[in-house]
């Protein structure tokens, strides 16, 4: 992202960004609620249009719209909040749907990876199910395996264990911890600080739609170089 502006009417939700992602590194956003690191991620695969600068993937410049876009939407995946999954369809079929009908795929095929996917993130025995069946915990799995039966190159989690119950974050998180583990080039908007220091490569910290500061894990935690980061970590390490 490079120089990255963008406006909610008057509001300037970001402001000149700045920022570069290494294959295989894990950058893990945090900052206080309307810092912007929500709209940061939607913009990566344009879910919301920016009105300065410009967002390269693998050396391509992410297209406004059309065919080429949906091509380059299928490199990023990406994990919300809510789990955003088809409901009349089972496990399975979430999976499958994308890498048949865009990456055009044999279902048999699709489906294969699928079920190692499933494995892969817990959920295998639940294929046949659909999402209504699943606990909170397994359906946003089931929407991991879903991002990455496209095979993309960068994940996206927007948030991705704020509407779990506690019980069911771990889980989750675990998941997560894998794939970076694995290599897999993500960018994860969370409250999560134990994740961050686990799993980061670096922590990114917003505020006021701005990138306040960048550092690993360690220096980040341990000593944060602005009043703005200091003042959000004493105020939720403490409690």
């Not at 490079?2 to 570069?20: A, M, N, P, R, Y």
């Not at 088809?86 to 699709?110: C, M, W, Y």
């Not at 089931?142 to 994940?155: E, G, H, W």
């Not at 974050?169 to 993500?186: F, H, K, R």
């Amino acid at each position: 992202m490079s120089g990255v502006d963008k406006w909610f009417g008057e509001l300037h939700v970001l402001q000149d960004i700045d920022l570069t992602v290494d294959r295989g590194e894990v950058v893990v956003v945090i900052g206080p609620s309307g810092s912007g690191k929500s709209t940061l991620c939607r913009t990566i695969n344009r879910l919301e249009s920016i009105e300065n600068g410009e967002i390269t993937i693998d050396g391509e410049r992410l297209p406004e719209e059309g065919k080429e876009l949906a091509r380059l939407r299928a490199d990023v995946g990406m994990v919300f909040q809510s789990f955003n999954l088809f409901a009349h369809k089972t496990v399975l079929e979430n999976v499958t749907l994308g890498p048949i009908k865009v990456r055009k795929q044999s279902k048999a095929d699709a489906e294969k990876r699928a079920r190692e996917l499933l494995d892969r993130v817990g959920v295998g025995a639940q294929a046949d199910k659909v999402p209504a069946q699943l606990s909170g915990g397994q359906q946003q799995r089931v929407a991991i395996a879903r991002a990455l039966a496209m095979d993309p190159k960068v994940m996206l989690f927007d948030e991705p264990t704020s509407a779990l119950d506690p019980e069911m974050i771990n889980e989750v998180l675990e998941v997560m911890v894998g794939l970076a583990q694995d290599g897999m080039t993500m960018i994860v908007v969370t409250h999560e600080m134990g994740f961050a220091r686990r799993a980061a490569n670096r922590v990114v910290f917003m505020d006021g739609g701005r990138i306040v500061e960048s550092a690993t894990p360690e220096e980040f935690f341990t000593n944060p170089s602005s009043d703005r980061a200091k003042d959000f970590l004493s105020k939720i390490l403490n409690h």
